[in-house]
């Protein structure tokens, strides 16, 4: 079976500057892959062009995502397809009410798939129980987009947008980043939540700690626009003790 | 020396004798000689053109050069159909149609007591020693040919009048219709309203029409004591229409005026809202959006005089231009020596959709007072990357982001409605111009 995602050779630019350098990548369906790397080695960028997001372009190599080009998609069209891109740092959009916001997106993406788009009390009953789950107030919810959320709290919500959505490949960017104790449970719980044999994962983290959680099947370490190293969990643990250092003169 | 006006001939000045019998009030002899006089001094100033200061950004050549007439009477069977379905159905309304008020259209049988509303026709007949020296004040402001011709042709327009202590609830609806169908028509209503000490009232006028037409409304405010004026104005003229407004507004002490300008079409339009607070611990709060699409050209100029100590004004404007639009933000605040503690705030943020679409922000402030707290700002930017990637990473097609982004840019100017209805209907009208985008 071909797989989810299979990313070739890719080699983007961002604003003109060569910032990914030639990643190879394959997801299956039902895999959770972590990437850990340093900062500014392009983990987010790696994001933003699976995403599609202006300003971010492939100039060599391939990304096939269920059989089809990715590259050539609008990022709501990918969207709509199932990629999800939790934001490393979510953007807040004054004037725009968070529900009404959750609601055309869901909308949108139902439509796509040729399902019924739900009426305002049908939504608002989902949005419902899924933010209980992820300890989330109908104030949050019903805000401006992300407006006056603390950092942990834009991290809940972009989980709560993944419950909603239902993605078949959630790219999470450092979501673990910025959550305290508790609420790291909660969003692990959230992610494990949506674990299924039909859905992939993609999750950026710099920390262990997320890993004891949602237990990834590989793990890959991506330094200078490159991916220099892969293996299973225990490949996180040994970073987690030696730095990138254990990676010599590969990740410079 | 340079000329400072625009050379016009309008049919409908030329007919001036011929038309003044019908016009409101003419057997008093008074208003003859007053509109007489101001029909001379529009003959000497004529229209302003850019090299006065304050028409720099507004060009009155395609309007100098139509060939504007008397209106013509009744309205089409089309226009009257969409005033009909204008606002809520059972509000008072009173409809002045091609410069006359229109009895058939209008209701004002559910007028609270303490509230009188007519047209300037029949106020001249029943009221014309309270509204004398008004007219005889607003003919003698010297500002441009513009307020000349009103003075000289002044139509129907509304007269509201609220005893002192009444408080009017309901809200009062005037809707203006322009319909240029026959040829082009200029159209000259005056507005007075006079508040009463602590009184209230809220109007909403929604200014529409067919066909090339210039409405050149000139409304008189004035504000006694604790009174509370909430003044809503929908510009939806027709796209070939030309809306020049003035309004004129004083605020005794306490007082307290409220307006709202959304401006969604018109070729070519300024409103011109002059204030002066009389009176201490006045206030003057005056917001707006204006969406402008194609060629069109929207100017906002506010004057306000704080000639009053521990009085506060404040404008927020928000305006979405796409295509080659142009806009125009003049404000200009005003603070007299004795108007310690002041508060005048002033904003105008414009999002600009297009390369081509243009907006000229000129705020003013001069201050001859100590102690007061003056703030103005001006933007303009597009439309925010971070935040249309955010949307369509979910799913949101870009159209349909970039509805949601503008619609929240002028919310922020909706939010000054402190009534449900009025702001919903606002709202309504935003949208739909935001559906029109898509069309
Ligand atoms: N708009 C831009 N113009 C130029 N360079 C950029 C731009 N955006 C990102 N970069 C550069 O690309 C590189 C990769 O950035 P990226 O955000 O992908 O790193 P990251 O691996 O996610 O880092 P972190 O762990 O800190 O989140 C960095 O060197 C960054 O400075
Ligand atoms: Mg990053």
Known sequence: M????EIKNLHATVD???VLKGINLAINPGEVHAVMGPNGSGKSTLSYVLAGRNGYDVTQGSII????????????????EGIFLAFQYPVEIPGVAGTTFLKTAYNAIRKHRGEKELDAMQFLKLVRAKQADLNMTDDMVRRPVNVGFSGGEKKRYEMLQMAMLEPALAILDETDSGLDIDALKTVADGINALRSPDRAMLMITHYQRLLDYVVPDFVHVLAGGKIVRSGDKSLALDLEKEGYAVLGTEAA | ?????LIANFPFVDAFDAVRADLPGAPLDWLQAARRNALARFQDQALPNRRVEEWKYTDLGALAKTDFAAPYGPIGDALAARIGATGDPDAIRLVIANGRVDSALSNTAGLPTGAHLMPMSTALDTHSDVLKDHITRIAALDGNGLLALNAAFMMDGYVLVVDDAAVIDPTIEVIFAGDGGQGPVALHPRNVI????????????THLGDGVYWSNPLTDVVMGEGASLRRYKVLQDATDAFHLAHDQVSLASGAHYKGFIGAFSAKLARHTVAATINGADATFDVAGTYLLRGDQHNDITTVVDHAAAGSASKQIFKGVLDDASRGVFQGKVTVHKDAQK??????????LLSDKAEIDAKPELEIYADDVKCAHGATAGDLD????FYLQARGIDAAEARRLLVSAFVKAALDEIDRDAERARFETLVDAWLERANG
Not at chain 1, 2 to 5: G, K, R, V, Y
Not at chain 2, 1 to 5: A, G, I, S, V
Not at chain 2, 194 to 205: K, L, P, V, Y
């Open chain 2, 385 to 388: 990357e971070n935040e249309l």
């Open chain 2, 1 to 5: 020396m340079t000329k400072r006006h």
């Open chain 1, 2 to 5: 071909a797989p989810m995602l």
């Open chain 1, 65 to 80: 995502f269920n059989g089809a080009d990715l590259t050539a998609m609008e990022p709501e069209i990918r969207a709509r």
């Open chain 1, 16 to 18: 003109g500057k060569e």
């Open chain 2, 194 to 205: 006079i508040m009463g000490q602590d009184s209230a009232a809220t109007i909403i006028e």
């Open chain 2, 342 to 351: 002041t508060d005048a705030h002033q904003l105008n943020n414009a999002l």
